[in-house]
């Protein structure tokens, strides 16, 4: 089957793609990435931190160094080095609704597409190009918290659970359609934002390697209909995380990151 995939270049995605990977051996698999967040402007300053431990540094110092090494399989790997182990090559789509971009996606000739925190819209003649549809994770409940940070939304309003929902793509309405599936984990007390980011992506790569497995077969996706209910929220404002903060929450929390990114560097027995 031949399965398109796309992600934003950050280090959540960057996971999730490394998640999957098992499961995209079998399947011909191409790779496009948003290489910018729509409207940058609205990130308040509050979260600059999370902006940078999500894109800047993995982008600019992690991956690019990881990658001088050879690979030794034994690792996580970069968007680049996640590619050429499946014998492709990672490619930036930021106008996939142009002509250009149409063309591309044509050009692919997929069953599915995959989008993880792409940061672009599909419009209608990108989503009628794949004989299966566009399935798209989520990293929320849906209906509930449609929109953008949808963990932040959950842990500032006290949530006892985080998720995510992997969902079909069929217009261009944000965070809409049909569910396929709702993964949900319990907060335990204080949380840390990008931990907390980062918990809901092995859950939800399941749901999608199941979701592939079940079209390769043929057999139907599990389809809910999204009730009513919910809100559809922006970028938080610099209140909003002064809020988050003032009941103990962390954004970024240092030794954890660390560790995350000491996983894209191969074993000192291998280097």
């Given at each position: 089957?031949?399965?398109t995939l796309l992600l934003n270049r950050d280090l959540h995605a960057c996971v999730a793609l490394n998640l999957l990977l098992p499961a995209l051996m079998r399947h011909e698999t191409s790779i496009w990435l948003s290489e910018t967040v729509a409207r940058p402007h609205l990130i308040p300053h509050a979260l600059t931190t999370l902006a940078a431990a999500e894109r800047t540094i993995p982008t600019t110092v992690v991956w690019p160094?990881?990658?001088?090494?050879?690979d030794s399989g034994d690792c996580l790997g970069s968007f680049e080095r996640c590619a050429a182990r499946l014998g492709t090559v990672a490619r930036t789509l930021d106008e996939p609704n142009s002509t250009e971009g149409l063309a591309t996606l044509r050009d692919a000739r997929p069953d599915v597409i995959v989008s993880i925190r792409y940061s672009r819209i599909l419009g209608a003649a990108a989503i009628a190009i794949p004989r299966f549809g566009v399935l798209n994770l989520h990293s929320g409940q849906l209906p509930k918290y449609r929109g953008v940070v949808a963990t932040f939304r959950a842990l500032l309003l006290g949530d006892p659970e985080i998720g995510c929902?992997?969902?079909?793509?069929?217009?261009?309405?944000?965070?809409?359609g049909p569910i396929v599936g709702i993964a949900t984990r319990r907060v335990e007390g204080q949380a840390v934002l990008f931990d907390a980011i980062q918990s809901v992506y092995p859950s939800g790569c399941a749901m999608i390697a199941d979701a592939l497995d079940r079209l390769e077969c043929g057999k139907p996706l599990a389809i809910t209909v999204a009730g009513a209910g919910g809100a559809y929220y922006t970028w938080p404002t610099d209140a909003d995380v002064a809020e988050f903060l003032s009941r103990g929450h962390q954004v970024v929390e240092l030794s954890s990151y660390a560790r995350l990114?000491?996983?894209?560097?191969?074993?000192s027995k291998q280097t």
């Open positions: 089957m031949r399965v160094l990881a990658d001088r090494v050879a929902t992997l969902h079909r793509i069929v217009d261009a309405e944000i965070d809409t990114l000491a996983r894209f560097v191969p074993s």
